[in-house]
Structure formats: structure tokens, C-alpha cells
């Protein structure tokens, strides 16, 4: 997944487009959005225009900090109502 650069803001108040890319199928999902949108509004786009079409994803590769993808996978969790509990235990 990426996002793209600011674009002139269109009629609708979108300034940015969210792009996700299946490495799969090579079908892409463009999604106008809003630019600095927080991880919450992310996940929340991802489950309405991507989840419907492609389901979870195995990974996802992004050149966003490690912060913001840590929030979009609880934010995309919380949103299928699944509680995620990440463990600080190391089991080798």
C-alpha cells in the first residue's frame, strides 16, 4: 500500500489517494482520501474499499513507520471486532 503525493484538492475535499496494490492478482484499488489522514481512518478505508474484494492480507509492505503500521493493524483489528494482545513475551 502506498499514498500518493498531495494532488489538487478535488470537488469533494479529497487531496490524496490511498493506492493498494494485490501482488497476486496485480489488481490495484484507488481510494481518494483526505492526506495525514491518522492509522484509525486508514484501517477503516482498507476494510470498506480493500477487504471487501481481497480479505486479509498476508502482509503488507509499506514505507510508512513501523508506529503507523503498528496502529493500522489494531485499528483494522478493533474494526472486525477482534481483540488483538500482542505478547512482550520471547519464546525462542
Do not use: C
Amino acid at each position: 500500500m502506498d499514498f500518493s503525493k498531495p494532488l489538487q484538492k478535488s470537488s469533494s475535499g479529497s487531496n490524496a489517494i490511498f493506492v493498494f496494490v494485490d501482488r497476486l492478482s496485480k489488481m490495484i484499488r484507488i481510494i481518494l482520501m483526505k492526506l495525514n489522514q491518522d492509522a484509525p481512518k486508514v484501517a477503516k478505508l482498507y476494510k470498506y474499499f480493500v477487504y471487501s474484494h481481497h480479505g486479509i492480507p498476508m502482509n503488507i509492505i509499506s514505507d510508512r513507520d513501523p508506529i503507523f503500521m503498528s496502529k493500522f493493524w489494531k485499528a483494522l483489528f478493533e474494526a472486525f471486532g477482534t481483540l488483538l494482545s500482542p505478547s512482550s513475551a520471547y519464546h525462542p
